[in-house]
Each structure stands twice: as C-alpha cells, then as structure tokens.
C-alpha cells in the first residue's frame, strides 16, 4: 500500500517536474529567465490560465494547440513530462523492499533513499539533455559539467552513508568512511576519464578519415557525465545503444525520398547523437546490469 502511493507521488511530482523541465526547454536556448514572465503561447504571448497548465491533461485538452491563436503546441511538452513521470514512478516502484517497512532502522536505509533521489535528478537531466539535442543540437556545458559532479558527489555520499551504517560494525567512523569513499572515487573517476578519452578517440579518428566533425565535444562531457552516475560497464553498453540507435536512425535518414532528393545533403544531415546517448543512458541505467549479464552468459563467461 505504501509503495502504491510512494509510486503514485513520485509519478504526479515527475510530471510537475517534467512541466517545469518544458519552461526550461522552451526558454534556455533563448536565453530567456524560466522564472519571469509566467506561462505565456510561444507565437501570441497569451498567458496561460491554470487549467491551461496542468501537464498532459492540458495538452490532451487543448489537443495541441493555443486556445488563442491555435498554434500548434509540440509534441515535446507531453513527451517530456510523460517520460519524466513514468521515470520517476518507476524508480519509486523498483526501489529496495525493505524501504517499504516502517520497522526498519533509518540509518541502514539512509543509502538507498539518497540513491533513489540521485536516481531521480539523473533521469530528469538525460531527459533535458535528449530534448535540447534533439531540438537544438546543443548539449549545454551548464547541464553534462554539473551532472557529472553531482553524479560524482552522489557517489561519495552514498559510500559516506554506508560506512556510517549500523550494518558496518566499525569503531572508527573516518576510516570507515575513507576505507567505502577510496574505491568509488578511484573507480568512478577513472570510468569518467575513460569514457571521456573513447569519445576523444573515436572523434579524432573520425577526424583524420572524413577531415570534418562527427561528434561535438558537449557528447564527450555527456559520456564523462554518464561514467560518473553509471560506472564504466553500464557506460559502454549507454554508449553502444545510442551508437546502433544514431545507426538505425541514420538509415531511416538515407531511406527517406525527401532527404535523398536532396542529392549529397542526407550524408551531410546532422543527428543529435546526445539524444541517442541519452535514451542509451537511461536503459542502461534501468536494465543495464541485466543486459550484461545475460551477455556474459551468452557467450559462456
Ligand atoms: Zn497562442
């Protein structure tokens, strides 16, 4: 029952958070303030009423459109609010039994409630940096630098709450807390550095092959961003379903007759692999240790 409902609010707070995550979208690439003015029609500047405003429900309302000018909204706004929402809810869901028992002792769950939490604040950036790929080609230095530090902070702080646990059983809380924080900072910062250094290679050699650029460097504090929140193995299978979603995409691309009446232009069409990277991200994120070890077994290790 408590779990029912703790999904339900994370799912209803992922929504007002994928709302606001739209006012962002919209205004960042304008360089516009997400806090003045309020929810106005991008074409006729028409303030929202409150009703105009909920996330989903409006959209399905209004059908898409501005009750003034019936400007065609975009799928984005229920797109991002619905992923958020449906991220958010399944994290509360797919969390650790014990959090749902009210006996157990707060510090032993202290670790995965604050793993939870980052859980949260990854999903809601990935979805950010997929839409402003997407839509702008741009993955902001203000969001993958961050994310990478809180990502690296959350797992400091993780290792920190663990060692702290009653479940330790250690005398000496600081060299507890360094003997847990030492291997999660060691490891998460090489997984970052590595992952970091692949994308630099690969886009240099891409470099030296076809003499133009391949991938921005905003994809290369992506994948820095992902190693620091993942880890190096969940990282590289991220990195892997964006590479055969970019591939996928990239033929549906050479497929359509629009783009190939264009003559030399379809090789020349830009996608926002950052999007693809992301959508990788969170898979890898959700089913990614599953993924590796049903590989493993495939081939017999
Ligand atoms: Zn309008």
Redesign the pocket.
């Known amino acids: 029952m408590i779990r029912t409902l703790v999904t339900v609010f994370a799912g209803l707070l992922g929504l007002a958070f994928g709302s606001f995550l739209n006012v962002c979208l919209s205004r960042w690439p304008e360089d516009e303030s997400v806090v003045q003015p309020r929810s ?7 303030t929202l009423a409150w009703w105009e405003n909920i996330p989903l429900l409006s959209w399905v309302v209004l059908r898409g ?7 065609w909204i975009g799928l984005r706004y229920p797109v991002v609010e619905l992923a958020v929402g449906v991220l958010w809810a399944y994290t509360a869901w797919n969390s650790t039994p014990e959090l749902w028992d009210r006996h157990s002792p707060t510090m032993v769950l202290a670790p995965d409630m604050l793993a939870i939490i980052g859980t949260m604040i990854f999903y809601w950036m990935l979805v950010a940096l997929a839409a402003l790929d997407a839509e702008n080609l741009w993955l902001p230095n203000m969001l993958t630098l961050p994310g990478m530090v809180i990502g690296l902070l959350f797992a400091i702080a993780k290792a920190t709450l663990i060692a702290l646990s009653p479940d330790h059983g250690t005398v000496n809380p600081i060299a507890a807390i360094w003997y847990e924080v030492k291997p999660v900072l060691f490891w998460t910062i090489v997984a970052i550095f590595l992952s970091a250094g692949l994308l630099l290679l690969i886009r240099w050699l891409y470099w030296i092959i076809r003499h133009r650029e391949g991938m921005g460097l905003g994809d290369v504090k992506l994948m820095a961003m992902l190693a620091a929140w993942l880890g190096l193995p969940a990282t590289l299978l991220a990195f892997f379903i964006g590479s055969m979603l970019g591939a996928i995409a990239g033929l549906v691309v050479i497929a359509l007759p629009a783009a190939r009446d264009e003559g030399e232009g379809w090789a020349h069409t830009k996608l926002p692999f950052g999007t693809f990277l992301c959508i990788g991200g969170i898979v890898s994120s959700l089913w990614g240790q599953s993924i590796i070890t049903a590989y493993l077994h495939a081939i017999g290790l």
């Open positions: 106005h029609c991008r074409d006729c500047t028409h459109r501005c009750r003034e000018c019936k400007a």
